[in-house]
T-cell receptor, first 114, second 113 residues
Framework: DTGVSQNPRHKITKRGQNVTFRCDPI?????LYWYRQTLGQGPEFLTY????????KSRLLSDRFSAERPKGSFSTLEIQRTEQGDSAMYLC????????????FGPGTRLLVL | AQTVTQSQPEMSVQEAETVTLSCTYD???????LFWYKQPPSRQMILVIR??????QNATENRFSVNFQKAAKSFSLKISDSQLGDAAMYFC??????????FGTGTRLLVSP
């Protein structure tokens, strides 16, 4: 049983560049969440998918952010025209909808915008 | 909107001793769950324990147990027989609508030999 995987693990980019992160959930999980965690803080919710449908987006998710989950499997999170304030750890979690739903987290992608 | 307060930025405990991490929250949800997650340094978030809000019985998981006071909206984590491997950031997180998690700012647990 493989867990949630995220790639890349680290990304350094220059301000204004576009970056894309990938999350591969646990295979039978139908829900997928993206969170952002800045230094010294707890993760903050960004967006959520059930299967391929994006059902909720946080106000934190500006127009420069877009997420997709084609075919309800892996998900990508793209940040366009990166800003220094985008530097953070981006966490992905997946879960199986139901009474015992529990989110399992990936290792995260650490983004540094110079 | 949900809010979570973890009032202890850092706690220290010696090996084999017991420590309690506090968490209070506010929610308008009638049906929700509560979680404690552990984040070791530079490692991924790991589930420690979960509690269904409709259950009166406090959850236990080996050395970890919770004290859930629904009316007071309090959800503390007790770690018994602390081990060096317990050193980490601990986050309290109630779930809201569609099960999104709302995290507190965390408590850093230091464990000394």
């Amino acid at each position: 049983d493989t867990g949630v995987s995220q790639n890349p693990r680290h990304k350094i980019t220059k301000r204004g560049q576009n970056v894309t992160f990938r999350c591969d959930p646990i295979s039978e999980h139908n829900r997928l969440y993206w969170y952002r965690q800045t230094l010294g803080q707890g993760p903050e919710f960004l967006t959520y998918f059930q299967n391929e449908a994006q059902l909720e987006k946080s106000r934190l998710l500006s127009d420069r952010f877009s997420a997709e989950r084609p075919k309800g499997s892996f998900s990508t999170l793209e940040i366009q025209r990166t800003e220094q304030g985008d530097s953070a750890m981006y966490l992905c979690a997946s879960s199986l909808a139901g009474p015992q739903e529990t989110q399992y987290f990936g290792p995260g992608t650490r983004l540094l915008v110079l | 909107a949900q809010t979570v307060t973890q009032s202890q930025p850092e706690m220290s405990v010696q090996e084999a001793e017991t420590v309690t991490l506090s968490c209070t929250y506010d929610t308008s949800e009638s049906d929700y769950y509560l979680f404690w997650y552990k984040q070791p340094p530079s490692r991924q978030m790991i589930l420690v324990i979960r509690q269904e809000a409709y259950k009166q019985q406090n959850a236990t998981e080996n050395r970890f147990s919770v004290n859930f006071q629904k009316a007071a909206k309090s959800f503390s984590l007790k770690i018994s027989d602390s081990q060096l491997g317990d050193a980490a950031m601990y986050f309290c997180a109630p779930s809201g609508g569609f099960q999104k998690l709302v995290f507190g700012t965390g408590t850093r647990l230091l464990v000394s030999p």
